[in-house]
């Protein structure tokens, strides 16, 4: 008996503190129960400040507290709140309407930490965009899915980071996580600001994603074993740096950029063409593309990752729109018999499967007879093949078919292929 005392106050000691703040709330705290019970079935034990008050604050390990409504009870926020961030605690915040930056702004203001966060008292209807890759807050969870209209936003500023995003900016956000003595050297606490209405969706079982969001989020600020945050850590640089660009030549050439932060999932736009990265530098140092079929001349370029876009006024020179002719169909002639050789013409050409092409196949007499999309990726070989059968899947007769090989809206290539019987 004396062993199983023991052990059960070896648990309890290890066991996460939350601080549910029930009594600055004035929502229902059964709004949140499916969370609540989430932190309890991960072994977190719950506390409520209209049962214990502050008097075991130094013992827990998260300060939870929704549409804070400090002005009802004496009208300001707990002081000993920025002590406990100090000694490693970690505080969550749900903020709903304008009425609460009044509320909230002077606590984050504070003058003994730095969150280096505030509310903004405006109306933004615009829907989260996107949410950076940053585990354990992100995982499992599909940002477009985080659509509840916020209506207000929190600015980042120096060590304060965007979780999820409204703008480009990388400053409006959504949600934002702060480290409000990292300029103390201290990362061992945090702070989580969520705005706007999404807040209101995440304890509901019905809305997934929003679910697993609001999930990750207390049981990471709560540091349940396997949703740790590392002291310090924050989500992938937000904005990537261009050093050189060298010109293209022609298009098909394959061009790298150089500088930091070249991710995965990198689209690139140059005059109205989207371009997708052939491979990543493994330190993110550089990338590289295939040059587009644009006609010659200066280009602005533009890089854009997770709804975030680079545009320093960066520019590429497309020095010549003279394709490369290093077209090939093999065989030729081809035997379309279903002996198994020499069944189908190849066309090959350059920058198959970079790029998303259309053969078009004539008879004799300029009739279009055939037409094959091929595209991008590692199915554009076997995609760009003629079987010799006409777009109802007859066998044509033997002769000669020209064809031509289009890529975003210029033939690239021209040719004949030869059916033998």
């Known amino acids: 008996m004396v062993a199983i005392i023991i052990l059960l106050q070896v648990i309890a000691s290890f066991a996460q503190n939350v601080l549910f703040d029930d009594e600055n709330y004035e929502q229902s705290i059964w709004d949140f129960s499916h969370l609540i019970d989430t932190l309890e079935s991960h072994g977190a034990v719950m506390h409520f400040v209209s049962v214990e008050g502050f008097d075991h604050l130094e013992e827990m390990d998260l300060y939870w507290v929704c549409a804070p409504g400090w002005e009802y009870s004496g009208g300001s926020y707990p002081p000993e709140l920025i002590e406990f961030c100090r000694n490693g605690g970690n505080i969550l915040i749900f903020a709903v309407s304008d009425s609460f930056a009044p509320t909230i702004n002077p606590f984050l203001a504070d003058t003994n930490w730095r969150t280096s966060l505030q509310v903004q008292n405006r109306t933004l209807w615009e829907r989260a965009k996107c949410a950076f890759p940053f585990s354990p807050f992100c995982d499992n969870v599909d940002s477009l899915s985080l659509t509840g209209p916020p209506r207000i936003c929190c600015f980042c500023a120096e060590n304060a980071f965007p979780i999820l995003v409204l703008t480009s900016d990388d400053t409006s956000a959504v949600c934002a996580m702060s480290y409000p003595f990292a300029h103390e050297g201290n990362w061992e606490s945090f702070l989580i600001l969520l705005t706007g209405d999404t807040w209101i969706k995440l304890g509901s079982i019905w809305q997934e994603s929003q679910y697993r969001f609001g999930a990750n989020l207390v049981l990471a600020c709560a540091g349940v074993p396997g949703y740790e945050v590392p002291p310090g850590a924050k989500p992938l640089p937000f904005m990537m740096q261009i050093d050189s660009i060298p010109p293209c030549a022609t298009w098909g050439d394959t061009v790298t ?143 000669v078919y020209p064809f031509t090989i289009e890529s975003s809206g210029r033939i690239i290539c021209e040719g004949t292929a030869t059916i033998a019987r």
Not at 322 to 345: H, L, Q
């Open 257 to 399: 950029i150089h500088g930091y932060y070249f991710f995965p999932d990198i689209t690139i736009q140059i005059g109205d063409e989207i371009i997708t990265p052939i491979e990543y530098a493994p330190d993110s140092t550089w990338l590289k593309f295939i040059c587009p079929i644009v006609p010659p001349g200066t280009y602005i370029i533009k890089l854009e990752r997770m709804c975030r876009i680079l545009n320093d006024d960066w520019q590429i020179q497309i020095q010549s729109e003279t394709p490369k002719r290093e077209c090939k169909r093999e065989p030729n002639p081809f035997t379309p018999n279903f002996d198994m050789i020499n069944d189908f013409v190849q066309f090959t050409f350059d920058s198959l499967g970079y790029v998303e092409a259309t053969i078009r196949i004539f008879n004799i007499y300029g009739h279009e007879v055939r037409k094959i999309s091929v595209p991008v990726g590692r199915d554009a070989k076997e995609a760009a093949r003629w079987d010799g059968k006409d777009k109802n899947g007859n066998a044509l007769k033997q002769g």
